[in-house]
Every structure is written in C-alpha cells, then in structure tokens.
C-alpha cells in the first residue's frame, strides 16, 4: 500500500491533494503553496527537499515586512528576480520585489516616505 502523503507538512511549496495513478508508478497531484497551480508529481518530489513548482523561491505569502504584508506572488519578473503583490497598512496595493523586502529597502508603498519623518525615524518604524 502507498504511503499517505496528503497529511505531511512539506518544504518544497507544494502541498499534496490525492493520489493518483500514471501507468504503473504512483503519483500525487499537488497544488503550488506561490502560483496555487496544480500538478502531478512523484511521491518523492513531495517528501524531498527538491525544488517543488515554483523551483525554490521562497514562499512569503502571509509574511510582514515594516508596513507591507504579502498576499501573493506577482507575474512580474525582472531578470532572476520575484516580485510580490502586497497590501500596505494604509491600504494601498503594490508589487515589491523579494529581494527589496527581504533585504529591508522597501518597508511600505511610499507612503512612509511620503511623512515629514525624518531618517531616524522610518528606521525605528
């Protein structure tokens, strides 16, 4: 009997829905935690730590940098970079990319920038 694989939390982004059969070799369709595009793959492309869908960005849907919060993962793609859709605490919608927030830069839409805050002040903030 196959191993059940729709309860393990994985690494790699894909999160395994049902089992399903490809010839004689058992697979699972997965659905992406990033793009949330479906796909078939082999048990052990769920349990390794291979690259899933979206190869191996780094999921930060959910995660909150200074005012931003990320929603999803943009289309958007500038040479090897990844850009994410996220909703500013003043409600504003912007794309940001991964490397921005993940390195600091980029902390809100603008509109900390745009406050007669000095320096020191969006650092602490």
Known sequence: MAEDLSKIETVNNLIPICR????????????CKICEQFKVVKACAIKDKAPGCCGNIKNLIGQKFGKLTVLKQSKTRRERHVFWICQCECGNICEVCSKELLNGNTQSCGCLARTNSSHGELKII
Request: charged share 15%; net charge positive.
């Open 20 to 31: 399903v059969s490809k010839g004689n070799r058992p697979m699972w369709a997965c659905q």
